[in-house]
C-alpha cells in the first residue's frame, strides 16, 4: 500500500486501486491544484490500474467557491485531469453534486451514489455560465431535452431519478457506498489494465466517430492488445489455472 499526505486530497494507492478522497466538497484553488497534480502522477503509474473518487465531506462536492464565478486562467483544470486519466474512474457519490462538482461526477466512468445523492446545475440561478464540461458531457448521457430542464431550470436530480436516467450505475444506502464502491473497484482492478485502458478509449470516443471509424477503431485497440505482456500473461494464467499477475504493459 502507497499514501500520500492528507492535505486537499488523499491518494491511497493499494491493489491496483487508487483511491482519491477530497478534503473538502469546494473546488478552492489548493484542492483544484492537488486534485490536477494527483491525476497527472496517477497518468503515469502502473501500479494503478483504476481510481475511486471519494470525499470526505458531507456533500461530494459543492462546485467553485461562491466567489469565484469562474476559474482564473492559471488555475489547472480539475475536471479536465479527471476526464483525461487513461484508466477507468469510478465515482462514490453521497450527498450533493452541484455545479462544477456536478461536472466532476460526469468526468467519471462510472457513478455509484447513495440514496441521500443528488445532482444539480445550479449556475444560471446565480447569473454564472454552468461550467466544468456539464453542457457537454449532460446531454450526451441523458438526451438533449433532459439536459436542457436541468441546465435551465436547475431542477434537481434524485438519486433514483438519476439511476433510472442512466447518470449512475447504482443506488445503495449510505452506510453500504463505501463498501460498494470499493468492491467495484477491486473487481475492475483483477482484470487486464491494459484492456481496461483500451475499451476505456473506444467507448469514450464512439460518440464523435462515425460507426465504421469506431468498429475500426475497436479492431485496432484489439490488435494492439495481442502484443502486450499483459496479454500473454492472462494466457499462461489461463493455462496454468492460476490468478494472472498483470503489469499494465
Given amino acids: 500500500m502507497t499514501a500520500r499526505g492528507r492535505g486537499a486530497v488523499g ?12 478534503a473538502r466538497d469546494r473546488l478552492d484553488l489548493p484542492l483544484v491544484q ?27 462536492c459543492l462546485g467553485l467557491p461562491d466567489a469565484v464565478a469562474w476559474p482564473d ?5 480539475p475536471v479536465a485531469a479527471l476526464a483525461a486519466l487513461p484508466q477507468p474512474v469510478i465515482a462514490a457519490i ?39 464540461g456539464i453542457t457537454q458531457r449532460l446531454p450526451r448521457m441523458v438526451g438533449t431535452s433532459r439536459a436542457m430542464a436541468l441546465l435551465l431550470l436547475g431542477e434537481r436530480v434524485t438519486a433514483r431519478d438519476a439511476l433510472e436516467w442512466g447518470l449512475v450505475a447504482d443506488v445503495v444506502p449510505p452506510a453500504r457506498l463505501a ?39 475497436e479492431h485496432d485497440l484489439y490488435v494492439l492488445l495481442q502484443t502486450t505482456a499483459d496479454r500473454r500473461e492472462g494466457i499462461d494464467a489461463f493455462r496454468s489455472r492460476r490468478r494472472p499477475r498483470f503489469q499494465a504493459r
Fill in 73 to 77: 486562467v492559471a488555475w489547472p483544470d
Fill in 179 to 217: 463498501r460498494a464502491a470499493a468492491a467495484a473497484a477491486a473487481r475492475m482492478a483483477a482484470r487486464g489494465p491494459v484492456a481496461l485502458r483500451y475499451a476505456k478509449e473506444a467507448v469514450r470516443r464512439a460518440l464523435d466517430l462515425p460507426l465504421e471509424d469506431g468498429v475500426r477503431l
Fill in 94 to 132: 453521497d450527498g450533493e453534486a452541484r455545479g462544477w462538482g456536478f461536472g466532476l461526477a460526469l468526468a467519471c466512468d462510472l457513478r455509484l451514489a447513495s440514496t441521500r445523492a443528488s445532482f444539480r446545475a445550479s449556475d444560471l440561478a446565480a447569473g454564472r455560465q454552468p461550467g466544468g
Fill in 34 to 60: 492537488a486534485l490536477a497534480d494527483a491525476c497527472g502522477a496517477l497518468a503515469l503509474d502502473d501500479r494503478v490500474h483504476v481510481v475511486l473518487v471519494e470525499s470526505a465531506a458531507r456533500s461530494f
Fill in 11 to 22: 491518494v491511497r494507492i493499494d491493489a491496483g486501486v487508487a483511491r482519491l478522497e477530497l
